[in-house]
């Protein structure tokens, strides 16, 4: 799993930190001044550090000056998290070796992303999908036997029935728009729910996985759906809108569906292990076909 080291002093912005990133499938450490920052970063060898400027003991300056000068933390990448918006600042956080730069008030999805394609960029273990920066299949199974452990855990698989039409009709990008936006609504609703024990994973497209409690999965099975529903309108064009169905094809063989939908049902947990193998060996073949032209090529040359 990723490993995140927040070094946030104002606790408030710390926890929100550390519960939206455990939501989308990062480790989170959190540090309330520098010289723990420090620490920390030699001792746990995050992928990324959110360091905060201001911080009661050493700014943020000087943290990233001493992660820089020592062997074992030089190389990880760095996002300065501050309410400045100097251009001396962030001058003087690049020419000490800082990767990025957020400023307060700041949009945590964009943080993210930034978090997500610095892991690509250095070559860490980033989130297989691109497009939500959800857990795959292989980190679903790493936190699977804690979630399993849990005596009050309940699990949700949430399918978008209908996704593969239409991503036919509309394109890729359309389809893709439609995975992210399930993507967000879903975490959105954790994050209100119960964000501190809840687990979301994307094994396929249009499958996500939920973990959370009987408690939460109770609101979460009625508002997902009501939220969808609510939505699932806008994913399509004006002449689909009017007649309430999705024209599918074109001409004579042309045919009316169902707006996409969104069906969720608990599974248990030899059922959830079903599931991921099915994704893993739907993955596994998928690759070997790619290989195979490649390795036909490389044969020829």
């Not at 690509?120 to 790493?142: C, H, M, Q, W």
Request: proline share 4%; net charge negative.
């Amino acid at each position: 799993m990723n490993k995140l080291l927040v070094v946030e002093d104002e606790v408030i912005t710390s926890e929100l930190l550390r519960r939206y990133f455990q939501i989308v499938g990062y480790e989170v450490i959190n540090a309330l001044n520098g010289s723990d920052g420090v620490r920390l970063a030699i001792e746990e060898q995050p992928v990324v550090i959110i360091l905060d400027i201001m911080l009661p003991d050493i700014d943020g300056f000087e943290v990233a000056k001493k992660l820089r000068a020592d062997d074992r933390t030089k190389q990880i990448p760095i996002i300065f998290l501050t309410q400045k918006d100097d251009r001396r600042d962030k001058l003087s956080g690049l020419s000490i070796g800082v990767d990025d730069y957020v400023t307060k008030p700041f949009d945590v999805e964009e943080l993210r992303l930034r978090v997500h394609n610095i892991i690509d960029r250095f070559g860490g273990t980033p989130l297989v999908d691109a497009r939500t920066s959800l857990p795959n299949t292989a980190l679903i199974k790493e936190r699977l036997p804690n979630l399993l452990d849990a005596p009050d855990a309940v699990f949700l698989d949430a399918q978008i029935v209908g996704l593969g039409p239409y991503g036919e009709q509309y394109g890729p990008v359309a389809e893709n728009q439609a995975i992210r936006t399930t993507a967000k609504m879903i975490n959105d609703l954790l994050r209100q729910v119960d964000p501190s024990r809840s687990f979301i994973g994307h094994p396929s497209d249009d499958h996500f996985l939920i973990a959370t409690t009987t408690a939460a999965a109770e609101r979460l099975e009625k508002k997902l759906i009501e939220d969808f529903n609510e939505r699932v309108a806008n994913f399509y064009d004006t002449a689909d809108q009017e007649r309430g169905k999705m024209k599918f094809g074109e001409g004579d063989s042309a045919k009316m569906l169902d707006f996409m939908s969104l069906k969720l049902r608990r599974v248990g947990a030899d059922a959830l292990r079903a599931l991921i193998k099915r994704t893993e060996d739907a993955a596994r073949a998928a690759n070997e076909a790619q290989s195979t032209p490649r390795e036909a090529e490389e044969k020829q040359d």
